[in-house]
Each structure stands twice: as structure tokens, then as C-alpha cells.
């Protein structure tokens, strides 16, 4: 029986990764997010299974020359993408999007650590802003000292870390 959840899971896994590829993007997607300007977030998690079969079908097209991550909001979607990325000798570029727009923690406890302790590791690099570098490292970012005391401490996770978009001033 298809439901409406079936059609979405299987156009997810199937024809969005075979689209992007099409056009030299790999893509899985591990978060469905409602993003409206009266409405605070929503954000659902895809099944690992799906991020699994997703991370499969991306990879059967082609192997990447680097792999890039974004809001990833679930330990098994974290924990399927380490596995499926881990041995692929190609680099990871982590995206860690913790927050929402209006600053909502977007990552519960679980799955901080999870991204921390599973992924971080694999990552040649990894770009938070100036809140995420603070979530990521435990470290307040307010000014260049402390960025420079969170960078170090990201650092020790496993891969090199940068700045956000925003100066600091201070």
C-alpha cells in the first residue's frame, strides 16, 4: 500500500540523488525541515534506513571528490553516515548546523555528541559559525581569543577548523 510517507521516502532515495547527480551533486538527505517566517522550525528526521539507501545510490553514481555535510538532527543518521563515509579516502567537509535562524538549538544533547565523537573524527574540515563553534567546543566565542580557544578545541576532535561568516568584535 503506498502512503503519502512511502511515495516521499522512495522519491527521496531514488530520483532527488539520481537528479543532483545528473548535474555532478551527490546528495542524501537526513533532515526534512519546515522553514517559514511566521513559524518556528520544524524539522524531521529521515530514517537511517533511507540515509543508507540515499548514501548507496549517490555513491553507485559516482564516487565524490568531497563529501559535505549539513543539519544532520539524529544519532542513527549520524552514526549510518560515519559508517557509509568511513574508508571512502575522499574528503569531509562537516557543516555543523546546530542552530535554527532565529538561534534555536537545532541538535539534541544525544546527537552533539554523536557528531563530536562519530563524524568530527573523519572531517579534513569543519565550518561552524560563531554559536556552533561555541556549542561544538564548550568554549563561549565573544571575541578572537576565545575563536581561537574554540578552533583549538574543535581541533582536537580530528579535523582543522574556521570561522563563520560573522567578524568578531571585541
Same mark, same amino acid.
Given at each position: 500500500?503506498?502512503?503519502?510517507?512511502?511515495?516521499?521516502?522512495?522519491?527521496?532515495?531514488?530520483?532527488?540523488?539520481?537528479?543532483?547527480?545528473?548535474?555532478?551533486?551527490?546528495?542524501?538527505?537526513?533532515? *526534512?525541515?519546515? $522553514?517559514?517566517?511566521?513559524?518556528? @522550525?520544524? +524539522?524531521?528526521? =529521515?530514517?537511517?534506513? %533511507?540515509?543508507? /539507501?540515499? !548514501?548507496?545510490?549517490?555513491?553507485?553514481?559516482?564516487?565524490?571528490?568531497?563529501?559535505?555535510?549539513?543539519?544532520?538532527?539524529?544519532?542513527?543518521?549520524?552514526?549510518?553516515?560515519?559508517?557509509?563515509?568511513?574508508?571512502?579516502?575522499?574528503?569531509?567537509?562537516?557543516?555543523?548546523?546546530?542552530?535554527?535562524?532565529?538561534?534555536?538549538?537545532?541538535?539534541?544533547?544525544?546527537? *552533539?555528541?554523536? $557528531?563530536?565523537?562519530?563524524?568530527? @573524527?573523519? +572531517?579534513?574540515? =569543519?565550518?561552524?559559525? %560563531?554559536?556552533? /563553534?561555541? !556549542?561544538?567546543?564548550?568554549?563561549?566565542?565573544?571575541?578572537?581569543?576565545?575563536?581561537?580557544?574554540?578552533?583549538?578545541?574543535?581541533?582536537?576532535?580530528?579535523?582543522?577548523?574556521?570561522?563563520?561568516?560573522?567578524?568578531?568584535?571585541?
Amino acid at each position: 500500500i503506498l502512503t503519502e510517507q512511502n511515495i516521499t521516502q522512495m522519491f527521496l532515495a531514488t530520483y532527488v540523488p539520481a537528479l543532483l547527480a545528473a548535474v555532478g551533486y551527490l546528495i542524501a538527505i537526513a533532515v *526534512l525541515v519546515r $522553514l517559514h517566517p511566521d513559524q518556528a @522550525p520544524a +524539522a524531521q528526521a =529521515v530514517p537511517a534506513s %533511507l540515509v543508507r /539507501a540515499q !548514501l548507496q545510490a549517490a555513491l553507485a553514481f559516482r564516487r565524490p571528490a568531497v563529501v559535505k555535510t549539513g543539519l544532520l538532527s539524529s544519532v542513527p543518521a549520524i552514526r549510518t553516515l560515519a559508517s557509509g563515509l568511513r574508508g571512502l579516502g575522499v574528503p569531509l567537509v562537516v557543516d555543523p548546523v546546530l542552530v535554527g535562524p532565529r538561534g534555536e538549538v537545532l541538535l539534541r544533547a544525544t546527537s *552533539l555528541h554523536a $557528531l563530536v565523537n562519530e563524524l568530527l @573524527p573523519l +572531517a579534513a574540515l =569543519v565550518t561552524p559559525n %560563531l554559536i556552533e /563553534a561555541s !556549542l561544538l567546543s564548550g568554549q563561549e566565542v565573544t571575541n578572537e581569543v576565545t575563536a581561537k580557544v574554540a578552533a583549538l578545541r574543535i581541533q582536537t576532535f580530528g579535523p582543522r577548523a574556521r570561522g563563520g561568516r560573522r567578524r568578531i568584535h571585541g
